[in-house]
């Protein structure tokens, strides 16, 4: 017997008849062609999160992003009109990489007045003007207005940055739709104070996304992520979430959980009961506005156990809201059909002492723990997928997002491969 209220349906996923019900093939996490063929028709063609506002603190400030899933490096920097502008990497003289440090492939960020090129001292103001070129007479009817920066399309939404190499794609809050929308008003601003973790994961992107959409296996891969009672009553109980939507390519799932403090604090770990805080982050929620009454999109369902709620945002993005007054982001950029860089920044409101502190440092590490136990998991599940002795795989109710991400991407290249062909 369901636990929560489900569609009339009779389940989520029969919610959306689009879906099916079948086994789910996943030969599109082992293709080559497939990858290559994802990589133009959705990173190229998608708007994309880069980073946040924060990072570009005055006029001047600009980091720089490698984006192997496009092929390409960014510069992102904040112009003296205060607008956030995005740029190819690459110097108009001789295609030299434009800003880097030390070594070319290393991401980097700063502060400056200007961007000027190792090679031949070409440079370039803030919002992509060549101003100087190095012995100019030595051109021939050199035109500086035709060799500025090549931009990138670039707009803001909520502080978060987004880029899209398609010129012709639709506007981001287009993009974003009202599922995403919902959450506007979140005082993202506020959380400043950031945990920042990214390592190589040898598997497909797409299979970490599936690891982070359903809630399904928790009971049982991180079982030893509570005591024991608890973690036997867990898995006992199995999971349920409380919510499901999609609106396509995006979705979200509402989950209870995390409550602040737990009922019974011999639940959790003693270091928890000391510091306040854990795996679902500090339990104390901080003193600011707009936590008390949160966005219309966030915890959909009203339901008074609600813990924490997750939106996949196409292709690569996941936001997740924690009850207790956090929030965090997940990022997934492929490298290959069978690698990608996976990063997660952890957001808090800075702490204001010591016992704050360490109580957000916990809820770091302990999240670092369950990303491992999910990245080892992922290793192992590309490694069978590419024995190719087995290809579909039947997915039950919770694990709707999965079908739903793996549909996308199969219709997505569907449409391209389409696009090409009638060339």
Not at 14 to 42: K, M, Q
Not at 117 to 137: D, I, M, T
Not at 252 to 270: L, T
């Amino acid at each position: 017997m369901a636990h929560f209220t489900k569609p009339t349906a009779g389940s989520w996923t029969e919610h959306y008849p689009e879906l099916g019900t079948e086994p789910v093939d996943y030969t599109d996490s082992i293709d080559p062609d497939f990858y290559e063929d994802e990589r133009n028709a959705i990173f190229k063609k998608t708007w994309l999160n880069i980073g946040r506002v924060e990072r570009l603190p005055k006029v001047g400030s600009y980091f720089t992003r490698e984006l192997p899933s496009v092929g390409t490096s960014l510069i992102i920097a904040k112009g003296n009109d205060q607008v956030v502008r995005a740029f190819h990497n690459i110097c108009r003289h001789r295609g030299n990489k434009l800003v880097w440090d030390d070594f070319p492939n290393e991401e980097t960020s700063g502060t400056c007045r200007q961007f000027t090129c190792k090679y031949h001292a070409w440079r370039y103001s803030l919002e992509g003007e060549v101003n100087f070129v190095q012995q100019e007479k030595e051109f021939f009817d050199l035109d500086k207005q035709l060799y500025g920066l090549k931009t990138v399309r670039c707009e803001v939404w909520e502080g978060f940055i987004f880029v899209n190499l398609d010129e012709d794609a639709p506007p981001l809050t287009e993009y974003l739709g009202t599922l995403v929308a919902g959450v506007e008003g979140y005082p993202f601003h506020e959380f400043t104070e950031v945990y920042s973790y990214r390592a190589e994961i040898g598997s497909n992107w797409k299979l970490f996304i599936d690891a982070f959409a359903e809630f399904y296996h928790a009971p049982i891969l991180h079982m030893k992520q509570a005591v024991k009672d608890e973690a036997d009553k867990l898995a006992g109980t199995g999971y349920e979430a409380l919510h499901y939507e999609l609106q396509s390519p995006h979705s979200m799932i509402s989950s209870w959980g995390g409550m602040a403090p737990p009922k019974d604090p011999n639940m959790v770990k003693p270091i928890e009961r000391v510091l306040r805080s854990g795996l679902f982050g500090p339990w104390d929620k901080p003193d600011i506005e707009g936590l008390d009454k949160l966005p219309e999109g966030i915890n959909p369902a009203r339901h008074r156990a609600w813990g924490v709620d997750e939106f996949e945002i196409f292709p690569n993005m996941s936001l997740l809201f924690w009850e207790p007054g956090w929030y965090l982001t997940y990022h997934y950029w492929p490298t290959a059909v069978n690698k990608h860089i996976f990063e997660a920044n952890l957001y808090f409101v800075p702490p204001k002492t010591a016992r704050e502190r360490l109580g957000q440092e916990l809820a770091a590490v302990t999240f670092k723990e369950y990303a491992l136990q999910d990245a080892n998991t992922l290793e192992a599940t590309q490694t069978m997928l590419a024995t190719r002795i087995v290809s579909d795989f039947p997915l039950n109710d919770q694990e709707i997002l999965l079908r739903h991400l793996h549909k996308v991407a199969k219709d997505k290249v569907q449409e391209y491969r389409d696009a090409t062909a009638a060339r």
